[in-house]
């Protein structure tokens, strides 16, 4: 392969090199015509020659009997130009050439791929032949006798085409470093889409298995409380859950390097929104003996237009960076309305904690990416380095930046502001449902997923809260269960699936039964835009794998409202 990326830069270089010794060629032949005109017999053979030496190296090139033509056109150029001072004298003005000479060899010596040594001595002849003719022509008698008019008549003409050269050659190298830039950015391009390609590829077959993983050891936590005591199976939860955080870190961090995140705000409650972030910490932060201290100021009780995912995603960073460096004392979220009106609102933000802080000299370094600060105290910390830089991008999307306050073994507090919108037409609280407090007893639930041990994942933990549940390994299979039986309450139904996957399943299932709500199952990261094409073609929402049970069951709920509470038995009602 660089092979082949060498030999297409020297053909390149070749191709420039000819088209500009073309055009040096038809200006040589002009001139010599010109001169002799006006009678320069020697003048006119001499420029004669060097066109004629010009078209012999470059039909040599074009035969391939030379690999490079640039160094003999040059030495040609050089040549000419300190035998005309010699013939002509320096009033005729050929030193003018050397303008568009020192201009046209960064084209044709490729400068990017050629050594500082080859790159110097094309210089060096330049200059060297530069203060030759200047030398020749202004100690030695002209060759030729020239008389002033013709002197003057001369000048105009060298000086004329030198410029005109000097314009050709820098307009040259403008169009062939855009070119090479854009080439560079196709490059780049390519390489990020492959890596994306690839990365979401690994990021699907990666979170299948892991779902299965995390399946398994919630439901053992439900059903078996002996063994989710044993001192291991924190050890499981833990891996589990920090190779999922991996995982979409990486993906993520792919996404905003391909410019393919956005932010898509949403209505919510931003104080539920706020709580609700902080409720996936308070085991483990009890789990190592430290408070967690939630201040959120009572006027964010409101409803604002903001971008709930990625919000969650930045708390979430910070949250888990703060407990991961810190052993002993507290972990502080605040939120604080700085400004109000009826249309918008200042928020400010902090995550503070009494954790081992970072020097002055090391603030800057984590938030590069891939970076991590490495000290005796902090060297036992695992990470990917992804985190703060997620954190920082997204901000960025959003219009604010993160701050960082620290000091070493004393804490560290990050802080960013938002200014979000509220909407005009509603400004009330939002409506908080509680989780559990509904059951899915009776729910006729069909699950499509051809991956068998997350089909039995998915049936184990829907069984358990007394849902009764099908199970189909493709759409194909799906559309011929409900042909038989259409009577369900929602359809579980994974994207990537043999025979016939997600895509072609729902398109037939909303044309023949518009009136089951349609869930997509799918280990791929979807962002609002992804799952706004999915509901584009007829899906209602998505779970993405791994999950944990109360996501599912929330969105279950969610579809079902209307007919919960008609599937629950008279004594279950309250």
């Known amino acids: 392969m660089e092979q082949d990326k060498e030999t297409n830069v020297l053909k390149n270089v070749a191709k420039r090199t000819s088209q500009l010794g073309l055009i040096a060629l038809f200006v040589s032949l002009g001139i010599t015509g010109y001169y002799f005109m006006l009678g320069l017999n020697i003048s006119s053979v001499m ?47 050929q030193y003018f050439y050397f303008f568009p000479v020192v201009v046209v060899i960064p084209v044709i010596v490729d400068y990017k791929n050629s050594s500082n040594l080859e790159f110097g001595i094309s210089y060096a002849m330049v200059v060297a032949s530069f203060a030759a003719c200047f030398y020749v022509g202004h100690t030695h008698q002209p060759f030729e006798n020239i008389s002033t008019a013709i002197n003057k008549q001369m000048l105009f003409a ?61 439901i053992i936590q439900d059903e078996q409380d002996e063994f989710s005591k044993n001192e291991y199976f924190p050890i499981l939860k833990y891996c589990s859950n920090h190779m999922q ?61 903001v971008d709930d995912v990625r919000l969650i995603q930045i708390l979430n960073n910070l949250l888990s960076n703060a407990m991961k460096f810190t052993e002993h004392g507290f972990i502080k979220l605040i939120a604080k309305c700085s400004q109000i009106d009826a249309r918008s609102i ?11 802080g970072i020097v002055k000299d090391d603030q800057d370094k984590i938030f590069e990416t891939f970076g991590q600060v490495f000290n005796e105290s902090s060297r036992k910390y695992n990470g990917t380095g992804l985190g703060l830089t997620i954190c920082l991008r997204l901000l960025q999307l959003m219009g604010s930046s993160l701050e960082l306050t620290s000091e070493s073994n004393k804490g560290s507090t990050f802080s960013f502001d938002l200014s979000l919108v509220r909407p005009a037409a509603r400004l009330e609280k939002a409506e908080k449902i509680i989780p559990g407090a509904e059951s899915l007893f009776g729910l006729k639930i069909l699950i499509v997923e051809d991956n068998q041990i997350n089909m039995m994942i998915v049936k184990k933990m829907l069984t358990v809260e007394h849902a009764i549940c099908s199970c189909t390994y493709n759409g194909k299979e799906a559309l011929e269960l409900l042909e038989q039986d259409c009577a369900y309450d929602i359809i579980l139904l994974d994207l990537e699936m043999p025979v016939m996957d997600g895509y072609t399943a729902i398109a037939k299932i909303k044309q023949l039964y518009p009136q089951i ?22 899906f209602d929402d998505c779970v993405i794998k791994p999950f944990q049970p109360q996501h599912l069951f929330t969105q279950i709920k969610k579809y079902n409202k209307s007919s919960l509470m008609s599937n629950v038995p008279d004594q279950l009602q309250v």
Do not use: W
């Open 346 to 356: 200042n928020v400010n933000f902090f995550v503070e904690d009494s954790g081992i």
């Open 158 to 218: 060298n000086a004329g085409s030198a410029i005109l050269l000097t314009l050709i050659f820098s307009c040259a190298y403008i169009y062939y470093e855009k070119k090479h830039l854009k080439a560079i950015v196709n490059e780049k391009n390519l390489a990020i889409t492959a890596r994306t390609k690839f990365l979401s590829t690994m990021g699907h077959e990666l979170r299948t298995p892991l779902n299965g993983i995390i399946g398994a050891l919630n």
């Open 517 to 538: 709500p349609v869930i997509a199952l799918t280990a791929s990261l979807i962002d609002h835009e992804t799952l706004s094409n999915l509901m584009a073609i007829g």
């Open 47 to 93: 420029v004669a020659c060097f066109s004629l030496s010009t078209i012999l190296i470059l039909t040599l090139q074009y035969v391939r009997l030379i690999k490079q033509a640039q160094p003999l056109i040059l030495a040609a150029i050089c040549i000419l130009l300190v035998v005309s001072a010699f013939v002509e004298g320096s009033a005729t003005g």
């Open 245 to 305: 955080q991996l995982i979409n870190d990486i993906l993520d961090f792919n996404k905003i390097e391909a410019d393919k995140l956005s932010i898509h705000p949403i209505e919510v409650n931003l104080k539920q929104l706020l709580v609700n972030s902080t409720l996936p910490f308070y085991n483990h932060i009890e789990e190592k003996n430290l408070q967690l201290i939630v201040e959120i100021d009572p006027v964010l009780d409101t409803m604002v237009l």
